[in-house]
């Protein structure tokens, strides 16, 4: 599994080693060289990103995954007022000249497809299935270098960045 | 939260809660103004026509790398409107610390009061309570006359003593210490927890 963990106080902290962040930035190019998609997005459901490729110089992607988040939290509390007792796995959204396409990768990641209209979505469908069942087995398999966490934070940590946050709001 | 190792970056996520017209859009827009623009990114804003909060606002902000680590801070507001509750439910996935911008007039105070059980409710939800978790008051519009004494607004609102501040966020007063604070705040918690 993902180092998912519940700390004391409730909330989640989630932490990806090295080799699963690899793993997951291979999938998005595999996936974008076969589907010829524009941006490839891998988040959380927090709308953090985690990951991404293609063209995605002139796109606010940090942005994107926020949005696409909250279109997966939305649609979700949609489907409970209307009786879904299941959540919406997938998104899609039509365009002009571009579409796209939301899907769940397990209970706490998503993934955002975005592909010119002239690539059909049953092949972007296919792939995505393909790249989805992929990363569940990268996010499943933690036997990679464990992270270090416990060294991330120290008061030293603390005292820096309280610094820095004078400085940066001066 | 969400650490990504091969990146070396924290990421953490502070979410403005508060009634309706209190300022927390106000408070980002405020931030977005005078940050550095290589600091931020955009600021989002999904609006209604009359210029309300619909859904969310959104921007990130960095502070450079520290001790080789890159902070980043994912700042949300929430929609205020008491009808909007699903919303900031759904916004609040996630969440690390909250900065909540109450309304110093005194008709405002029962919202306050209403949103403040909303948010307590929400977190409670998900295992957790506003008596233990990462948040700071900013009672806003303290330029405006007849605004409640800080001294009611304390009693009132701050039951758990968390650290407060006096804003008038349209003037930026009180946002960037009220920021301050629940980053700080934060990141002690997760030294904490870890």
């Known amino acids: 599994m993902v180092q998912t963990r519940k700390l004391k106080d409730g909330s989640r902290q989630v932490i990806l080693n090295s080799t699963q962040y690899e793993g997951i930035t291979r999938v998005l190019s595999e996936l974008a060289n076969k589907t010829k998609a524009s941006a490839i997005l891998f988040a959380d459901m927090s709308g953090q990103l985690i990951s991404q490729r293609g063209n995605t110089d002139n796109m606010n992607t940090t942005v994107l995954s926020a949005l696409a988040a909250s279109d997966f939290a939305a649609t979700s509390e949609m489907a409970k007022l209307v009786g879904e007792e299941a959540k919406f796995k997938l998104l899609f959204h039509e365009g002009e000249k571009r579409n796209v396409y939301l899907s769940n990768v397990g209970e706490a990641f998503f993934l955002v497809v975005v592909f010119d209209v002239s690539v059909t979505l049953g092949l972007i469908r296919i792939y995505t299935k393909k790249a989805i069942e992929d990363l569940n087995g990268i996010l499943d398999d933690d036997s990679g270098a464990p992270a270090e966490d416990e060294k991330l934070i120290d008061s030293d940590f603390s005292s820096l960045l309280g610094d820095a946050l004078d400085d940066t709001f001066k | ?194």
């Open chain 2, 1 to 194: 939260m969400f650490i990504n190792w091969a990146l070396q970056e924290i990421n953490l996520k502070i979410v403005y809660y508060g009634p309706g017209m209190s300022g927390k859009t106000t408070n980002l827009e405020y931030i977005h103004s005078k940050l550095d623009p290589s600091l931020t990114g955009d600021l989002v804003s999904l609006k209604t026509k009359e210029d309300r909060t619909i859904f969310f606002d959104f921007m990130q902000i960095e502070v450079g790398k520290i001790k080789g680590k890159k902070p980043k801070f994912n700042l949300y507001t929430v929609p205020g409107q008491v009808y909007y509750a699903s919303s900031r439910k759904v916004i609040l996935n996630g969440v690390d610390g909250i900065v909540f911008v109450a309304d110093s007039q005194p008709h405002r105070m029962e919202a306050n009061i209403e949103t403040l059980l909303d948010l307590e409710s929400n977190l409670k939800a998900d295992g957790q309570s506003l008596e233990s978790f990462p948040w700071a008051i900013q009672y806003n519009k303290r330029d405006l006359p007849g605004v409640e004494s800080l001294d009611v607004l304390q009693k009132r609102l701050n039951f758990f003593n968390v650290p407060s501040f006096e804003g008038v966020a349209v003037k930026g007063d009180g946002v960037f210490s009220t920021l301050k604070s629940v980053i700080n705040l934060v990141v002690q918690n997760v030294q904490d927890q870890l």
